[in-house]
């Protein structure tokens, strides 16, 4: 049985001069499946430093809270996780533009004073309640398929895993870059 191909008058044109022109056409067709293709093979890395500082810049965050977030790994990131370590450059690539001067924040109020908060506990749940938050936003307006959704969740978990393997007794009992990014239960 044979089917019928239906091409523009240009690609026609192209076959019948060229005598390449099925080799042109079979490479601009591969082309743009590989394009296609990278378009939602999204990479985690890429993909949480941008949400965090597209969420910082959105939010008008608090710069002087972003610096104080940075100033030691130890306190909000595990060393080499592979969630916490592009968490951190999102908020400082948030802090090396800074853009944001006289805006007020629109990060809700819970979280910055979760942030400031003295209780340990309080302030991860507060830091895992902001990566979710930007994460999720994040996440909305690529408008990915499910495929590749699926795909970067199932990256994000095995990257938490990871995470919660480097994170030392002393950090506390949850990362709340990993649990934040990965919509775990509140700890």
Sequence with gaps: ???KIFLSKNIQLLLKIHPLGLVLLSLLLTST???????ENIHM??????AIYQGLIRDAFPV??????????QRFFVVKCPIC??????????????KITGKRSKTPKIILMGLKSEDR?????????LTKQ????????????KTAKEALQEALLDARKQG???KSDSFGTFCPSCDGVCDMPKK
């Design 1 to 3: 049985m044979m089917h």
């Design 33 to 39: 499946a590989s394009l296609s293709q990278a378009q």
């Design 45 to 50: 890395d890429a993909f949480l430093q941008e």
């Design 64 to 73: 002087a809270l972003a610096e104080k977030i940075t100033e030691s790994e």
């Design 85 to 98: 370590m592009p968490v951190e450059r999102g908020f400082k690539q948030y802090i090396r533009a800074g």
């Design 121 to 129: 506990n309080i302030k991860l749940n507060a830091f895992a309640a």
């Design 134 to 145: 930007y994460t999720k936003r994040h996440l909305k307006k690529l408008k990915l398929k």
């Design 164 to 166: 919660m393997e480097r």
